[in-house]
């Protein structure tokens, strides 16, 4: 280093000296600044032969994070001298004993909390990483302090970020926004939680942020204009009033500009609240309650209130200590502003957090309305339930975790592997709840069974005795629980349809005189190529097998066939073919697509899949739809180079599956002739309507009708049943 740089540094080193004292919120006595003195002389010292990867003296850190701590967050001499010194125990020759001999067992402790924080091992998983992290800054027991510093140290390391490689700037920003972010804001540093916010998007996603950047510039002018058109209205009210105050716009954060875009599904210009207005305004203590609701009337005197958006944080002040009334009202050009009113005080706390909450209560000279903030801070922190539900609805806590957290209506909070459904969550509840789950809500809308849960949804469960399980459900639940009650449910209304089946059975044989018993049984089942006995109950109790089917039963024992049959029960065939057979009756049809739907297909001769395999569809430009094993030595490149022309495909048994049909109906129009469809397709229980459309043009009735159903006969005989009524003419499938 040339003697001229090493010149300049001493001088800016007083210069940064004297800033320091110069900016620090709380007014500092003879002996507070004894102490910031020494620590910066030992820092000084310490760290004078390191340089950061920008090539600037490192000991410019400990100085900038010391100026946040005093200004931007407002704390004590004994903090400022450990931000001074937080890197000295880890990089340089001094000991935490030699700390603690020189400034004290507080300094020290605060030392070593922040060297502690430092040193936990970076090379483990990364979400393991993050959630210990976390799980260690709430735990910190040593002095709160810690963890204020902590956030101070980040901030400024996301300032100073440009010089690194992008790969650590990644993973850097993605810590801040998962766990300082959030502590800033569990904290009240408003102003620091934006800043970090703001970076952490800026090197997670610099194309966006640069875009909402450039944007906001562009609108500037545009948007100063119409903040000084709105105050200018106010102005004259105001002063009427004889209130001492100032108008400030100020524009919204571009994370939460970002936020809204994401969570809206808008883009930037249809975001409307881009900014605040907020009005500013002097009192006494006593009268401050009083002048925010003058000026909240002074306000909707002008413009209208959107009655659904007024926060009123002065009656009961957030848990973080902000204090203020948000109102949004219709501005110039029918364009929503929201105005956020404060005192001075108040304003000062939603800048600094509690430090200006306890400045205020306790005058500057007493330091205890520092204890007591610092104390409360450690509660705040440490009550889990706070901590855990603040952190989740304001930040979708588990960024990177493999589980996510939702609430019960009532709050209540659950654990969910990430990925879990609405299903999931109803059987996370109760098994009966999920058993008798009939629709689920998210955060208040109507959402399917099968949506995708996020950490902080609110999750309720409409339930009804009649709703049960379906084999479609199993491709909504994602959790072994879910899956698992699903499957014992299905067995049990098979196990009850096969009894009902036999009955049926029993009854529908002895009209063609033929006994139910155990050889008929063993005919039965081979005639229709099933396996058990139950699979041919259930059958006839869904009605796949009919009256007709059990006709020509009938007709073929008296026939030459008799023989074969008699061989086929002695002679069970060789394993390998009863394994196909069992593979192929259990998988009899491929489908497509989240619908199921059921599409022309050519198995693909490179992996030629089998029935029950895990497949997936390729549309190929002139072979139609290939169908290839998940495992297939092409599978990979054609996902890859192809992922746009990929199809989800699966084997399913045709007989669990439920169908879609549409059935066209037309006929006479006549009152109450609608009441009467929809009456005989809801009568039957085994038939499930999923839309209606009906049309009357000049006494002629049009309908369309979606069911689902699950086996052809039953959809034709509800076609039968509709034929019936008085003034149907026509029914078709389509």
Not at 623 to 630: L, P, S
Request: aromatic share 8%; net charge neutral; hydrophobic share 35%.
């Amino acid at each position: 280093m040339t003697e001229a740089v090493l010149e300049a540094e001493k001088k800016q080193l007083a210069k940064e000296y004297k800033e320091l004292l110069r900016i620090s919120y709380r007014t500092l006595s003879e002996e507070d600044k004894k102490l910031i003195r020494s620590a910066f002389d030992v820092a000084v010292d310490a760290h004078k032969d390191q340089r950061r990867k920008s090539g600037e003296a490192y000991i410019f850190h400990p100085i900038a994070v010391a100026k946040i701590v005093a200004s931007e967050i407002g704390l004590d001499a004994t903090s400022i001298a450990a931000a001074l010194l937080h890197d000295v125990v880890e990089d340089t020759e001094y000991s935490l004993a030699d700390l603690e001999q020189m400034f004290g067992e507080t300094v020290a402790r605060i030392v070593d909390g922040l060297t502690k924080i430092s040193n936990m091992p970076y090379d483990k998983d990364v979400s393991l990483q993050a959630e210990n992290f976390r799980k260690m800054l709430l735990t910190l027991n040593e002095d709160i302090r810690v963890i204020i510093i902590k956030i101070a140290d980040r901030l400024h390391n996301m300032q100073t970020m440009e010089s690194m490689p992008p790969h650590k700037q990644v993973k850097i920003a993605s810590e801040t926004l998962y766990i300082y972010a959030p502590l800033a804001h569990r904290i009240g540093l408003y102003n620091v939680k934006t800043e970090l916010e703001d970076l952490g998007l800026k090197y997670t996603e610099p194309e966006v942020y640069e875009d909402i950047h450039s944007k906001i510039k562009e609108s500037k002018e545009q948007q100063d204009a119409y903040i000084e058109e709105f105050s200018n209205i106010l102005k004259n009210s105001l002063n009427a009033e004889g209130l001492e105050y100032e108008i400030k716009g100020r524009p919204k954060s571009i994370y939460s500009i970002r936020r809204k875009m994401v969570k809206q599904n808008v883009a930037f210009d249809e975001v409307y609240d881009k900014f605040a207005v907020r009005i500013i305004y002097k009192s006494k203590p006593e009268n401050e309650k009083f002048f925010a609701w003058k000026i909240y009337s002074i306000v909707t005197d002008h413009f209208r209130p959107n009655p659904t958006r007024l926060r009123d944080w002065i009656s009961s002040p957030k848990s973080t200590g902000y204090e203020a009334l948000h109102i949004t009202v219709m501005g110039p050009k029918g364009r929503w502003v929201e105005v956020q009113i404060r005192s001075q005080r108040m304003n000062e706390i939603a800048e600094k957090g509690y430090a200006a909450h306890y400045k205020y209560k306790n005058n500057e000279q007493d330091d205890g309305g520092l204890d007591q903030w610092l104390s409360k801070l450690q509660e705040t922190l440490e009550n889990s339930e706070i901590s855990a539900i603040d952190f989740v609805e304001e930040f979708k806590l588990n960024l990177y975790a493999k589980e996510i957290f939702v609430f019960s209506p009532k709050g209540d909070l659950f654990s969910l592997a990430k990925g879990a459904t609405a299903l999931d969550f109803a059987f996370a509840v109760h098994t009966e709840v999920g058993l008798h789950t009939r629709g689920t809500k998210v955060n208040g809308k109507l959402v399917p069974l099968s949506h995708e849960l996020s950490s902080g949804d609110q999750v309720e469960i409409i339930t009804s005795e009649k709703s049960k399980p379906t084999a479609n459900w199993l491709n909504y639940a994602t959790t072994g629980k879910a899956r698992s009650k699903i499957k014992s449910s299905l067995k049990e209304e098979r196990k009850r349809i096969a009894a009902d089946g036999k009955e049926i059975l029993k009854r529908k044989l002895r009209s063609l005189k033929i006994e139910l018993n155990e050889k008929t049984v063993n005919q039965l089942v081979s005639f229709f190529k099933l396996k058990t006995s139950l699979d041919l109950f259930y059958r006839v109790g869904a009605g796949i097998i009919d009256n007709q089917k059990l006709k020509d039963f009938a007709a073929s024992r008296s026939n030459a066939l008799v023989s074969f049959f008699k061989n086929r029960i002695r002679k069970p065939a060789n394993k390998e073919e009863v394994d196909k057979e069992e593979i192929t009756e259990k998988y009899d049809q491929l489908v497509f697509g989240k619908e199921e739907e059921r599409l022309d297909y050519n198995m693909a001769n490179c992996c030629n899949p089998i029935p029950g395999d895990d497949v997936f569809g390729f549309v190929t430009v002139n072979d139609g739809i290939k169908v290839h094993k998940k495992n297939c030595p092409n599978a990979l490149q054609l996902q890859s180079n192809y992922s746009y022309r990929i199809m989800p495909a699966q084997w399913i048994d045709s007989t669990q599956r439920d169908f879609k049909s549409e059935l066209i109906i037309t006929g006479i129009d006549a009152v109450g002739l609608v009441n009467e469809v929809t009456k005989v397709i809801s009568n039957n229980l085994h038939i499930d309507m999923k839309s209606v459309h009906f049309d009357s043009n000049d006494g002629v009735f049009n309908g369309k009708i979606t069911v689902v159903v699950n086996n052809k006969n039953t959809l034709n005989n509800l076609v039968e049943r509709i034929k019936k009524i008085n003034g149907i003419d026509k029914v078709t499938r389509v």
